[in-house]
């Protein structure tokens, strides 16, 4: 009882905390994935999403405001593009020391809206929290939808789909790219309205070498990697593609069929194949982010 989070580590506190959950028969996918799934009418399902972001862990104090406030929503709408869906409704929560200027506040406002816009988001209320230490904490509770049963989860891969990221991969703190990124939610459904249906998918937030074992494990397979296929971010190895984390892209596994159906489309060349799934539970790669660690 007394053990610190530390040293446990994330996936272990995880494994703890998710059997203490009670869900009902409208829950269709719970714990586990990017989102979960709710069961709503005939045509769609509900995605629901919380994220986090922190001052010091996920942006700096002298962060432009707006550039926090569009990292905050995006990185849920992320989670909504990695299902296949499209996001509805979010609500905002933000704890922050009574000594920061309202400023502060209404940038990071702005930030969300220009993003909301873009994706018909409505930013539907939230909270307001004062915190007792100086500090800035902001959480976003996000709605989606997605076409009744077709939710793509990291669970339906098999041995022998191919593995596929899109976008550039590594550097994402040193070049901004984590607070501009863009939410891969075109792109997902696109590939699904050219019939390009990923048997398994999530999106890179804690870096490969953490996010891509999840998936396997998920899907009860093991993953062989090409390192020298892996897309690098300029002036970035092959390590920091596996192990810097934020990235935000899309990984997807595609079986043999969407593989050829890929090949003849306009999205050959937005993904890139750096593995497939394999039968046996192996695969080792350098750890990215976890939460939690030492």
Request: glycine share 12%; with cysteine.
């Amino acid at each position: 009882m007394n053990t610190p989070l530390s040293a446990l580590g994330e996936n272990a506190t995880l494994s703890r905390l998710l059997p203490l959950l009670t869900t009902n028969e409208n829950l269709l996918t719970g714990p586990g994935d990017d989102c979960a799934v709710v069961a709503r009418d005939a045509e769609w399902d509900t995605l629901l999403k919380t994220d986090v972001v922190v001052e010091d862990l996920h942006f700096t104090r002298d962060t432009e405001p707006e550039r926090i406030g569009r990292k905050a929503l995006a990185r849920a709408v992320s989670d909504i593009a990695a299902m296949g869906g499209i996001p509805e409704h979010a609500l905002i929560t933000i704890l922050c020391h009574a000594s920061r200027p309202v400023g502060l506040l209404e940038g990071i406002y702005h930030g969300m809206a220009a993003l909301a816009s873009r994706f018909s988001i409505s930013l539907a209320g939230g909270e307001t929290s004062g915190l007792p230490y100086d500090g800035l904490v902001i959480n976003v509770a996000l709605t989606g939808r997605i076409e009744h049963g077709q939710a793509i989860l990291r669970s339906g891969g098999h041995p022998g789909d191919q593995l596929f990221v899109s976008g550039l991969l590594g550097g994402s703190f040193p070049t901004g790219w984590h607070l501009d990124f863009e939410p891969r939610v075109e792109l997902a459904r696109g590939l699904l309205k050219a019939g390009i249906r990923p048997s398994a998918m999530m999106d890179l937030s804690d870096g490969l070498g953490t996010d891509l074992p999840r998936l396997a494990a998920a899907s009860g397979c093991g993953f062989i990697i090409d390192e020298s296929k892996l897309p690098c971010r300029s002036g970035f190895s092959t390590r920091d593609a596996v192990s810097h984390g934020e990235d935000y892209e899309l990984l997807l596994a595609l079986p043999p069929e969407a593989v050829q159906t890929l090949a003849e489309s306009a999205f050959a060349d937005t993904l890139h194949n750096i593995g497939e799934l394999t039968p046996e539970a192996r695969g080792n790669l350098a750890s990215g982010w976890q939460h939690f660690s030492a």
